[in-house]
């Protein structure tokens, strides 16, 4: 299974085409909707928010609700487009006219640099336009049909926020189905109630001062067989292309699964998880400290795996920077921003890792239709639960 995306943060749409999905997957555009709702969400977004309404049209691959084996095309109208025409339209224009909001400031812990003197862009807008967060919602779209071909195998994927700057959520015994309650009943998409007040005023402090702030996103997957994956070959390890993914997201800086960066200080026999037998569940670790994974395959643990985002680089206090034209320094104009966009993070992360799950299914049972991959795992966990 693999996607592309395409489309400009304030351009005409965004597509997302997927290939690969086998046939007869029941689906929905509200299915896909609640996701892109959920990711539009969240404290501390800006105004952009207000203006888009993120609703999918299905243009491709699904016929009266079920998917066809063909490709799938899904695409979100950037309603802000009707104020950007002449700014975005894809007409030659004159080269002695003024273009609006051309963009020859980068800003730092932006792409504008470093894509301008990649692509040799003049305008830097041709580069930000691309390298914006709005892209995630072309990915959000294509995680949500994942979402929805993982719960058909009875697997289930919730995102949720375990910090925000330098207030943590507490480490809580919950199920799954808890998380995800919790996570949408907060305004920070936190699993933690005690600590919903103190995130929401740190972002209030942040927006205050024209500054942003970041945090740290977790991904539980439940209900996955062992032996995703493979030790065979570095590239077919899933919790490298997990990594891979979640470190795709924009803004985010590093990745960790379990007890993560933890494991440098803690000795072996606190590290490891011991393997247990029941005749009913068959093997089973006492603990998840390494995540869900050994051996680049999953033990069938959950997957337990978390993102760290760093602060939205665009600020209303300005950092300083070069103007590319002039070669003068400058400090950086104010841009419309969202001040914390960990919350949206937690959902476009979920998305992302279920992907590469689904992704990692349908690769090691290879099926053209829904009935057959379920036939395929459903013999798979019976083997491995005798094994
Ligand atoms: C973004 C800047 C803001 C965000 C945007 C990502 O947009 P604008 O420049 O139009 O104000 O709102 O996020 C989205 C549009 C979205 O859908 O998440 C950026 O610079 O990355």
């Known amino acids: 299974m693999r996607y592309l995306t395409a489309g400009e ?23 896909l909707n609640d996701s892109l709702i959920r990711r539009q969400g969240g404290y501390g977004r800006g105004r952009r928010m207000k203006i888009e309404k993120d609703l999918v049209s299905i243009m491709s691959g699904v016929r009266h609700g079920y998917t066809l084996g063909s490709p799938v095309t899904l695409a979100l109208t950037n ?13 030659p224009v004159d080269p002695e006219k003024h273009i609006r909001r051309q963009v020859t400031k980068p800003r730092p812990g932006h792409a504008d640099l470093n894509g301008g003197m990649k692509y040799n862009h003049d305008d830097l807008r041709n580069v930000l336009e691309r390298s914006s967060a709005r892209e995630t919602a072309a990915r959000v779209a294509a995680g949500s049909m994942a979402k929805k071909l993982l719960s058909e195998l009875g697997i289930t994927v919730a995102g949720y926020v375990r910090q925000i700057y330098d207030v943590q959520a507490a480490d809580l015994e919950l ?29 209030d402090q942040a927006k205050q001062d024209g500054d942003s702030i970041g945090g740290v996103v977790e991904v539980t997957v439940d209900g996955l067989p062992p032996g995703l994956g493979s030790y065979v070959q570095y590239d077919r390890k899933l919790d490298g292309k997990i990594a891979a993914a979640v470190m795709s997201i924009n803004a985010f800086k590093g990745v960790e699964f379990g007890i993560g960066f933890s494991a440098a200080s803690t000795r072996g026999s606190e590290t490891h998880d011991e393997i247990a037998y029941d005749e009913h569940k068959g093997y089973y670790r006492k603990t998840n400290r390494l995540g869900g994974f050994e051996g680049g395959m999953t033990t069938g643990m959950p997957i337990v795996v978390k993102g760290v985002m760093k602060p939205i680089p665009t600020l209303y206090k300005p950092l300083e920077s070069i103007d590319i034209h002039s070669k003068e320094p400058f400090k950086a104009s104010i841009e419309r921003s969202d001040s914390c966009a960990v919350p949206a993070a937690s959902v476009v992360m979920e998305h992302v890792v279920a992907w590469e799950v689904a992704a990692a299914i349908v690769d090691q049972f290879p099926s053209d239709y829904m009935e057959q991959l379920k036939a395929a795992l459903t013999d798979y966990r019976e083997r491995v639960r005798t094994f």
Not at 79 to 91: A, H, L, V, Y
Not at 182 to 194: G, K, L, Y
């Open 175 to 203: 199920t799954i189905d808890e998380k995800i309650e919790r996570a949408r009943q907060s305004e920070v998409n936190t699993i933690d109630p005690n600590q919903e007040e103190s995130m929401k005023h740190v972002i």
């Open 79 to 91: 309603d802000d487009f009707k104020n950007w025409q002449d700014i975005m339209g894809e007409e």
């Open 9 to 31: 943060s304030h351009g005409k749409q965004l597509t997302t085409i997927i290939e690969g999905l086998p046939a007869q997957l029941p689906i929905s555009a509200d299915e």
